[in-house]
């Protein structure tokens, strides 16, 4: 089980902010906190358990940003929204949909990933997101995503609208090929952050003083690349768009393992400006994989990652359970305090 970092100075500082009931743009400690999230395709079911550990410890409002890339920022939408407990369900009986993910859709040249109708159908009306409590909870959204001009890093901030919020996030996740061309945004074109970077810590760093960085691999896995068949009709694909995307794609493992590397040095310097704090889920912990649909391991790897990030942040192990829970269709003042228990861990 990952450790208890309750000594970390990053931890100190959000436990502290916690108990004080501090509340973002009102601190007063001079302390800038940013919440790091990697997605990585389903395998962000990882991350979703995290953020769930997160709410319902009571440590959303802790922080004062928080950055996403691919599905990494959509938990971090349903984290800002008080819903990351539902969304962690919903990659087992939303996400696993084959409307949402399937191959043989791929292979006869659509879309793999159909975020389109994530967005626009499941959390628009089935199963809605409540945009306007994250523009209500006074912590800035950033979702990331790869500007297929320049083949660079960009962030997504400033989102006032549900459109926008809604774009940044269409943006954040079109994985080429798999999920379609590039989103139109902001007069650019758009794909899946984690082409440039699978986790955001350049664009948090750039004003944040302390990082919480949630990863998705387990310790001790590295970046897998993709298969000579699936990285050759990729890269054909992203060469029609620029050629300089198909350098990003091949450099992608060696720059995430680097920067896994780097991450885990500051992790334990404590004088580090900013001050990092990584959470991982153990060595032998599930791995799943960009597409993975089976409910059993998405459940696993959820509740791994629940797990890794309730241990690190209050040092237990939780026993993670389901109990039946309603989500009211449209938010109420209720809805918004009690739907933080819908997934409830107890000490063991």
């Known amino acids: 089980m990952t450790d208890d970092l309750r000594g970390h100075r990053v931890v100190q500082t959000v436990l502290r902010r916690r108990d004080e009931r501090s509340r973002p743009g009102a601190r007063t400690d001079g302390r800038r906190i940013a919440l790091v999230i990697e997605g990585g395709g389903m395998r962000g079911v990882v991350s979703a358990g995290m953020t769930a550990a997160i709410e319902q410890l009571g440590l959303r409002d802790a ?136 986790i955001p810590v350049h664009a948090a760093g750039a004003s944040a003083t302390d990082m919480l960085v949630l990863q998705t691999r387990p310790h001790g896995v590295p970046h897998a690349p993709l298969s000579s068949l699936i990285a050759g009709l990729t890269d054909r694909y992203l060469r029609g768009i620029n050629p300089a995307l198909v350098e990003l794609r091949r450099t992608r493992s060696p720059r995430y393992d680097a920067l896994t590397a780097e991450l885990a040095t500051h992790s334990a310097d404590a004088d580090r400006v900013p001050a990092v704090c990584v959470i991982r889920p153990p060595a032998h912990s599930v791995l799943a994989g960009q597409l993975e649909n089976r409910a059993s391991v998405l459940r696993r790897a959820a509740s791994e990652g629940m797990r890794a990030a309730w241990m690190a942040l209050a040092g237990e192990d939780p026993e993670v359970i389901s109990t039946l829970r309603g989500y009211p269709l449209r938010p109420t003042e209720a809805g918004n305090d009690t739907d933080r228990d819908a997934v409830r861990p107890a000490s063991r």
């Open 63 to 198: 922080f004062d940003e928080v950055h996403g890339a691919s599905a990494g920022a959509f938990n971090a939408a349903f984290l800002l929204a008080g819903q990351a407990a539902y969304l962690t369900t919903l990659y087992q009986h939303g996400f696993g949909d084959p409307r949402f993910v399937s191959v043989l859709r791929a292979l006869r040249g659509g879309p793999a990933f159909d975020m389109d109708y994530v967005i626009d159908h499941v959390w628009t009306h089935q199963r809605p997101l409540r945009f306007e409590a994250i523009r209500s909870s006074g912590i800035t959204l950033h979702c990331t995503a790869t500007d297929a001009d320049s083949a660079a890093i960009v962030d997504l901030t400033d989102l006032h609208t549900e459109e926008e919020i809604r774009g940044a996030l269409r943006a954040s996740g079109r994985l080429p090929w798999l999920a379609g061309g590039p989103v139109s945004f902001r007069g650019m074109r758009l794909l899946d952050a984690t082409l440039a970077e699978a």
